[in-house]
Structure formats: structure tokens, C-alpha cells
């Protein structure tokens, strides 16, 4: 057994790093294909590869630092469908932290996920396994002592399918290369297709007895050498998942399949060679083309999603510029991204993306955040902002400081977000798989009853009916209706800006009753703003305004920012500005000596009585000069500008809308009277807002919450579904099921919207490809429904179910 350690050469003396089979691959020592594209950097040079799980074993050993392993081995690695593994303990060596990511190859329809996950999970100490069909990775949670990764790899060779680490450059090209075969194998298909129909149609047109006999069997043969290539070659998929399948004792999908196109030209050729019967040639070909084009059409659906989720897995650059000297000199150094520390100061050049959240200290740019956010416009950053990792900076470059690792950036949150979303399933998702992983045996058994029947009744007949069944009721249809939904759905919901981390979140959504928000962060901005200007007498509010700003240019303060931002004219400048700290600012603009702040210290220069105004909304600041009051600026935390329409559209669409905060209760009561809400709670600790929430769930309330503090991650867990806003606390994002990864609330009411829809077309999908084998069912068991015509049922069931999942994206 090869574990690993150092082993004695082999005995005839020839090293494993120079295989004697010069002509096989490198790791495991089977032929290489023709051409092989899979290679991997071993001993110093380039060795080729056999297939890609060889490639990524060797490539990860090697990256491990155990290529002496190459040196040492006393044979070759194991191949896919070998039951002991002798290599995989390599990957124990590069790792066992108790969660990892795998790829799995060869995933054909929902038996293969029933399958791989109850094998794995069956594995002593593996915790939880989710395959995530879209972007064929599984995701495992196990425990170091009593579980290794090589325990993964090889539980799941044994069962025949390919896995290996996930690598994402290895992933890609691998999926491109079956996307690319499919598409070779569904040309073929089609050209046969049409070519036998070129021989078909004549044969069908002369039923009337006016073509000969040796025309029609000259016919026959064409049609049969035509048929050759789409069978041998365009139907390998089907062939192989179900030699795999039946060697595992578990029918898959692809089992009628195989079935239905062997015993058909099997059928065929033996008519053909007795000179009676029918052939079914044209049936095949159109069978296997369809097929195909459904299977393709559902492919790029699912890889279009997943990529989507895959491109912010991409958005973090690898390495950065870091400038070590700064600010005495200016000079850079090229280092890992991931090396990078709070303090470290980068040079971002315009075009790159920023390597971690930093604080930028130099320079002014515009900033692309469409992959944090969603949002299409850039945003203008200037020195003191921001600018998140991942962030792509577009006009000039930047000097930043660097406020947290790249591990730790908001980029990085999300992609962890990411891993999360799309593993699990919805109750409808595990009920289409249950009943698809058990209906094909129960087809095989149904096709058997058939044709023993129709021996007994007519057996001219008994093989033309059990092909139509093994056809027509083959569960594809079952087994897309609700992945592909869900695939599109998730595609949809990451373009308008919100990612779906939880599985049950979609179909919970849409039965929510009640919609709870908070108040700071959530339906307000989370930061001051100027609300109103009250003026005195005939003083305009705006150079009020402007002359306040003036006097705060200086200052830090979040009053102070509020009211700059207010202030429309940068042509205003004060001098001889001086602080009373907690009082306000004195200053002189124009030759006039100002002071803004508390109403107290105003009126030591204004020298009157505070004027007679309305009761102040928020923090009140005044504004006066020598022996004149000018203005009272009402600052408080404002309102999101969608936050109104939002509210509105929930009550029209029957949901309560609730409003909960840590804020006094007055406070509260204010913006929910502004917002129409009517129901509102005030001075709510975290656990108060939680027993709030599980006192709805007990009357039987369905609750959605949304929230962005530290303080909501407990009612956020606890809700039904929940929402975290993306600009919020990440603990509060990850006991979340849901991310906004804007700014704005916008993109909430998308989300009920698509929900909405994704279950209403997951319903028609199941209600339909569930109607369609009760109607067809019938007929091709009596011998209505003739091979040809199942092929074409059953392929175009599976192309109704995709389209219309499809209409999702739009």
C-alpha cells in the first residue's frame, strides 16, 4: 500500500519519475487519448496526463511539496475506476481541514446527485454533503479524525465517478472541454439525422407497394451505415452513465435511454438483415438528436448560472503592488494578494482591482463595484474613502492603505457567501429528486409487464411497445423542472444585485406574510442628513446652507459632513475658524463673524432669545452672526429614497409591514408614520426583537426579515428568510439567507417577485412533465405511440421543461 511515505524503487530498477510504459500516462499509467490536452509540471518538466483527474492529482501533489512521491512510488496511481486509490493519500498530505470542495464529473440527472450525496454522508465522520448540480461541485464537512479526503475520493471513484480537488483554472477548462464534446456529439447526431431522413421519407411515401424490394433494402442499409456514427458516437454519454449506473445497482436516467436506442437498433438491424419487420433507424437518430439538444440546451442553462456566482470568485487579484517605503519613497514591490496586512499601503493603477478594502490616501477615481454591487454606474472615490477589495479602479491610480487582509475584505465575504449558496435544496428540489432517483425501476419494470403482455397478446408487437415505453416515460422532464428553475432564478437574482445563500430561501419567500424591517441601516441611510432648513425671517435657506458648510469644511463630524453635503457652493470659504468642542463652530465669512451649533452657544453671539420654530426632527443646529438669528438645520438619520415605494408595494401585495428598532420609540414611530407603516416597536434589544419575531411564527406568521447590524444576526437567524443589507455587518451577512449587495432596497422587491415566479414555473414544470408520463404512459403501452414518436415526446417534454425555466433570466 502506498500511503504515501518513501517506498523502495522497483525492482528492475526503473524510477517512477521514468515510467517504463513511456507512451502511458505520467500518474496512473494508462494509455494516453490522442493528442491528450491534460498535463501537469512534475520532476521539472511537462508529463502528460490521461484525463484531468490525473492532472489535478499530480498538479496538487506537486503544489503540496510532495513530489517525492514521484521518486519513491512502487507503482502507478490509481485510475478512476479503481477501488483502492494508492495516490489519494497525497491529497491528505496537501490537507485535511474538515471542509473542502471537490469536482465531480459525469453528474447526468438527479439519481447521480441522490447517489453521490448518500454515499458520501454514509462515510464515517462526514458531517454533510452538498453537490450543487450547476456548477458540479460538492461540498463536504467532515471530521479530520475520523474522515481524510482520500476516504471522499475514493468513495467516490468506487461508484464511477471522476473527483478530484477543486481547482478553479483545472475546473473551467473541464467543463469547457465536455461543453465542447457535447456540442461534436450533437452535430453528429443532427447530420446523421437529416441524412436518414434523405433515405426514410422515399420508404414512407412508396407504402403503397411502388418501390421493389431490393430498393427499399438498399434504403435500409444506407440508413443503417448512416445511423452508425450517431450510435457508436453521438449516444456514448447514454451507453456510458448507464454501464455505470448498473454496475453501481442504482438505474439512473440514462438507462432507458440506453435501452431504448439498443433494443430499437438492434431491432432495426435484425429486421433489416431478415428482410422483415420495421426498422427504426430514423427514430434512433432523431431520438439520440433531440436527446442531446435537450441535455445541451440544460447544460449551458446550468453553467450560465454558475458562472455568474463563479465571476466573484474571480474578482480578487492574485498579486498587488505593495509600496513598503511609503511615504518617503515611492518605489514597488510585486507580492501575493493574500499576504497582505491591516497597514500595508498598495498602489492600485487604474484598470486593476483593488487587492483588499483600503482607505485611499492619494489620488481620485472613479471605482466599478458592479460585482460587489450589482450597481451598472461607477462610483467617484477621493482621498479618504473606501474602496472595497474587488473593486475594480478605472480612471486613474490610487494609493491606499490597506484596512483588513484580503481574507477578511468584503470581496472575500461574499465569495464565502458564494460557497454557501446553492448547495442545499428546497423541500420541492429533494421531492423531484426522491421521486426521480426511484421512477426509472419502476419504468424497467413497467417496460417488462409490456412486452411480456404483448407476447401473450400479439408479439409482432411486444418490441415496438416496450421501446415507446422505455422512451416516452423516461423521468427526464422530472428531473430538470426544478434544478434548471432554480439555476435561472439564482442567475436573475445575482444581476439585480441580491444572492441567495440559503436553499429554502426562494420557496419561503414567497409564502412570507410579514415583512419585519429595521430601522438604522435598513430603511434609513444609517447616516445623518440635513431634513429640513428652517429659516428666520427672510433668509435663504440655500446660502444658509452655504455659509454653514464653510464653516464645517474642516471638521470630521457626522453633523458636520451632513451639512456639507447639503451645502450647494464651494465658492463660500470661511477664515479664523476655531472649535468649542461640544458647542459648534465661530468663524468669518465675508467680514462677518458666524457661529453654528447648540442654541446656546449661538445666542452668546446673536444676542436674543431663541426663535419660536417647530419642534426640531433629530439633532437641531443653529446658525447665527452678530445680533442675528439665520437658521436652525434639523439633522437626523435619513430615510432611503426607496424606502416609501418599497413599504407601498409590500402592503398591495398583502404583506404586513413591520418596523423594528434599537432607536427610542419615538423615533421609530416617526419613520414608520413617514413610511405608512403601521405597525412599529421602539427600544428593541436583540433578544426582544427575536422573541418579537418568534411571537408572529407562533400565531402562524411566515416572517421575512431584513437587517444590517451586529444586533440583527440572532432575529436574522431566526426568521423564516432573511436579508442582510450588503453594506451591513458581515456577521450580520452571514446568518443571512439572503445578500443585498447594493445599497439600495430596490432589489428586495425583485426578489419576492422572482420568487414569486420561480415556484409558479417549478409547479408547471412538475404538474406538466408529471402529466405528460400519465398521458403517454397509456398510449405506448397499447401500442399507440410508436418509438419514433416517444423519442420525439420525450425529448421535446425535457425542452418544454428548460425553456420555460429559462424564461426566469428575463
Keep these: 500500500m502506498n500511503d504515501g511515505s518513501h517506498e523502495t524503487a522497483p525492482e528492475d530498477g526503473v524510477s517512477a519519475m521514468n515510467p517504463p510504459s513511456a507512451g502511458g500516462c505520467f500518474h496512473c499509467g494508462l494509455p494516453l487519448p490522442a493528442h491528450s490536452p491534460w498535463s501537469a509540471f512534475v520532476g521539472g518538466a511537462e508529463r502528460a496526463m490521461c484525463c484531468p483527474g490525473c492532472a489535478a492529482a499530480a498538479q496538487?501533489?506537486?503544489?503540496?511539496?510532495?513530489?517525492?512521491?514521484?521518486?519513491?512510488?512502487?507503482?502507478y496511481g490509481a485510475t478512476v475506476d479503481g477501488s483502492d486509490a494508492p495516490g489519494l493519500v497525497l491529497f491528505d498530505r496537501a490537507g485535511n481541514s474538515g471542509e473542502g470542495s471537490f469536482t465531480v464529473e459525469g453528474i447526468r440527472c438527479a439519481a447521480c446527485v441522490w447517489l453521490i450525496e448518500r454515499r458520501v454522508n454514509a462515510l464515517p465522520g462526514v458531517l454533510e454533503s452538498l453537490l450543487n448540480v450547476g456548477s458540479e461541485r460538492l461540498q463536504v464537512r467532515w471530521d479530520p479524525a475520523a474522515c481524510k479526503v482520500s476516504d471522499i475520493l475514493r468513495a467516490l471513484r468506487a461508484i464511477g465517478y471522476t473527483a478530484y480537488p477543486y481547482d478553479r483554472e483545472r475546473h473551467g477548462e473541464q467543463l469547457e472541454r465536455a461543453r465542447r464534446k457535447l456540442f461534436r456529439q450533437l452535430f453528429v447526431a443532427g447530420l446523421s439525422m437529416m441524412q436518414v431522413m434523405m433515405y426514410a421519407v422515399p420508404v414512407y411515401l412508396a407504402d403503397d407497394g411502388t418501390?421493389?424490394?431490393?430498393?427499399?433494402?438498399?434504403?435500409?442499409?444506407?440508413?443503417?451505415?448512416?445511423?452508425?456514427?450517431?450510435?457508436?458516437?453521438?449516444?456514448?454519454?447514454?451507453?456510458?452513465?448507464?454501464?455505470?449506473?448498473?454496475?453501481?445497482?442504482?438505474?439512473?436516467?440514462?438507462?432507458?435511454v440506453a435501452l431504448g436506442i439498443g433494443a430499437a437498433f438492434t431491432g432495426s438491424t435484425a429486421a433489416l438483415v431478415h428482410g422483415q419487420g420495421e426498422v427504426w433507424f430514423d427514430s434512433i437518430t432523431m431520438f439520440i438528436f433531440l436527446l442531446l439538444g435537450s441535455r445541451y440546451l440544460e447544460l449551458t442553462a446550468r453553467r450560465r448560472a454558475a458562472r455568474a456566482l463563479e465571476a466573484l470568485q474571480e474578482g480578487m487579484p492574485a498579486s498587488s503592488q505593495r509600496?513598503?517605503?511609503?511615504?518617503?519613497?515611492?518605489?514597488?514591490?510585486?507580492?501575493?494578494?493574500?499576504?497582505?496586512?491591516?497597514?500595508d499601503?498598495?498602489?492600485?493603477?487604474?484598470?486593476?482591482?483593488a487587492p483588499a478594502d483600503?482607505?485611499?490616501?492619494?489620488?481620485?477615481?472613479?471605482?466599478?463595484?458592479?460585482?460587489?454591487t450589482g450597481e451598472s454606474k461607477t462610483r467617484r472615490m477621493a482621498v479618504g474613502d473606501l474602496l472595497p477589495g474587488g473593486a475594480v479602479n478605472v480612471t486613474q491610480a490610487v494609493v491606499l492603505r490597506v484596512q483588513a487582509a484580503a481574507r477578511d475584505s468584503a470581496l472575500a465575504l461574499l465569495v464565502r457567501l458564494v460557497d454557501k449558496a446553492g448547495q442545499g435544496k428546497p423541500a420541492l428540489a429533494l421531492w423531484a429528486d426522491r421521486v426521480a432517483a426511484w421512477s426509472v425501476a419502476a419504468l424497467l419494470v413497467l417496460t417488462a409487464v409490456v412486452f411480456l403482455a404483448w407476447q401473450l397478446v400479439d408479439p409482432s408487437?411486444?418490441?415496438?411497445?416496450?421501446?415507446?415505453?422505455?422512451?416516452?416515460?423516461?423521468?427526464?422532464?422530472?428531473?430538470?423542472?426544478?434544478?434548471?428553475?432554480?439555476?435561472?432564478?439564482?442567475?436573475?437574482?445575482?444581476r439585480r444585485g441580491v444572492l441567495a445563500v440559503k436553499p429554502h430561501a426562494l420557496e419561503t419567500l414567497e409564502r412570507a406574510t410579514h415583512v419585519v424591517f429595521d430601522k438604522t441601516g435598513t430603511l434609513t441611510l444609517g447616516r445623518p442628513v440635513v431634513r429640513a432648513t428652517h429659516t428666520v425671517g427672510a433668509v435663504d435657506a440655500q446660502a444658509a446652507l452655504d455659509i454653514a458648510g464653510a464653516l464645517e469644511a474642516g471638521s470630521a463630524h457626522p453633523l458636520a459632513q451632513a451639512i456639507r453635503a447639503a451645502a450647494s457652493s464651494a465658492a463660500v470659504?470661511?477664515?479664523?475658524?476655531?472649535?468649542?468642542?461640544?458647542?459648534?463652530?465661530?468663524?468669518?465669512?465675508?467680514?462677518?463673524?458666524?457661529?453654528?451649533?447648540?442654541?446656546?452657544?449661538?445666542?452668546?453671539?446673536?444676542?436674543?432669545?431663541?426663535?419660536?420654530?417647530?419642534?426640531?426632527?433629530?439633532?437641531?443646529?443653529?446658525?447665527?452672526?452678530?445680533?442675528?438669528?439665520?437658521?436652525?438645520?434639523?439633522?437626523?438619520?435619513?430615510?432611503?429614497?426607496?424606502?416609501?415605494?418599497?413599504?407601498?408595494?409590500?402592503?398591495?401585495?398583502?404583506?404586513?409591514?413591520?418596523?423594528?428598532?434599537?432607536?427610542?420609540?419615538?423615533?421609530?414611530?416617526?419613520?414608520?408614520?413617514?413610511?405608512?407603516?403601521?405597525?412599529?416597536?421602539?427600544?428593541?434589544?436583540?433578544?426582544?426583537?427575536?422573541?418579537?419575531?418568534?411571537?408572529?411564527?407562533?400565531?402562524?406568521?411566515?416572517v421575512a426579515m431584513v437587517g444590517d447590524g451586529i444586533?440583527?444576526?440572532?432575529?436574522?437567524?431566526?426568521?423564516?428568510?432573511?436579508?442582510?443589507?450588503?453594506?451591513?455587518?458581515?456577521?450580520?451577512?452571514?446568518?443571512?439567507?439572503?445578500?443585498?449587495?447594493?445599497?439600495?432596497?430596490?432589489?428586495?422587491?425583485?426578489?419576492?417577485?422572482?420568487?414569486r415566479r420561480t415556484l409558479r414555473i417549478i409547479r408547471q414544470n412538475l404538474a406538466w412533465a408529471s402529466a405528460y408520463n400519465l398521458a403517454a404512459i397509456p398510449l405506448a403501452a397499447t401500442g399507440l405511440l410508436n418509438p419514433w414518436l416517444s423519442g420525439v415526446g420525450m425529448a421535446a417534454s425535457s425542452a418544454v421543461v428548460v425553456l420555460n425555466a429559462l424564461r426566469l433570466r428575463k
Design 711 to 755: 444586533n440583527d444576526a440572532a432575529v436574522l437567524r431566526g426568521a423564516d428568510v432573511s436579508f442582510a443589507m450588503g453594506g451591513g455587518a458581515a456577521l450580520a451577512q452571514l446568518h443571512a439567507d439572503c445578500v443585498l449587495l447594493g445599497d439600495s432596497l430596490l432589489p428586495l422587491l425583485d426578489a419576492f417577485d422572482t420568487a
Design 461 to 494: 408487437r411486444a418490441w415496438p411497445a416496450a421501446i415507446a415505453v422505455l422512451v416516452v416515460t423516461c423521468p427526464c422532464a422530472l428531473s430538470l423542472a426544478t434544478p434548471t428553475a432554480l439555476a435561472a432564478a439564482t442567475d436573475r437574482l445575482l
Design 323 to 343: 509600496m513598503p517605503a511609503y511615504p518617503l519613497a515611492r518605489g514597488t514591490e510585486v507580492v501575493a494578494a493574500d499576504s497582505l496586512q491591516p497597514g
Design 573 to 702: 470659504h470661511a477664515r479664523d475658524v476655531a472649535g468649542m468642542v461640544g458647542q459648534g463652530v465661530e468663524g468669518e465669512v465675508d467680514g462677518l463673524r458666524y457661529r453654528l451649533g447648540s442654541a446656546a452657544f449661538v445666542a452668546a453671539l446673536a444676542g436674543r432669545r431663541t426663535p419660536a420654530m417647530p419642534e426640531a426632527e433629530g439633532s437641531a443646529v443653529w446658525l447665527g452672526r452678530q445680533g442675528a438669528w439665520l437658521a436652525r438645520f434639523d439633522i437626523a438619520d435619513g430615510l432611503r429614497p426607496e424606502a416609501a415605494e418599497v413599504v407601498r408595494r409590500f402592503e398591495a401585495a398583502g404583506k404586513t409591514v413591520v418596523l423594528l428598532s434599537g432607536d427610542a420609540s419615538r423615533a421609530a414611530q416617526q419613520v414608520a408614520g413617514r413610511l405608512g407603516i403601521r405597525l412599529a416597536a421602539g427600544d428593541q434589544l436583540p433578544d426582544q426583537k427575536l422573541d418579537f419575531v418568534r411571537e408572529l411564527q407562533a400565531q402562524g406568521a411566515t
Design 358 to 372: 483600503g482607505i485611499i490616501l492619494e489620488g481620485e477615481s472613479d471605482a466599478d463595484l458592479s460585482l460587489l
Design 211 to 256: 418501390m421493389d424490394a431490393d430498393m427499399t433494402a438498399l434504403m435500409g442499409w444506407a440508413s443503417f451505415l448512416l445511423t452508425l456514427p450517431a450510435v457508436l458516437y453521438s449516444a456514448l454519454p447514454f451507453f456510458g452513465g448507464a454501464w455505470r449506473d448498473l454496475r453501481r445497482g442504482l438505474p439512473g436516467m440514462d438507462v432507458p
Design 345 to 353: 499601503v498598495v498602489l492600485v493603477a487604474a484598470g486593476q482591482a
Design 60 to 75: 496538487t501533489i506537486v503544489d503540496a511539496g510532495c513530489g517525492d512521491y514521484y521518486d519513491s512510488r512502487s507503482g
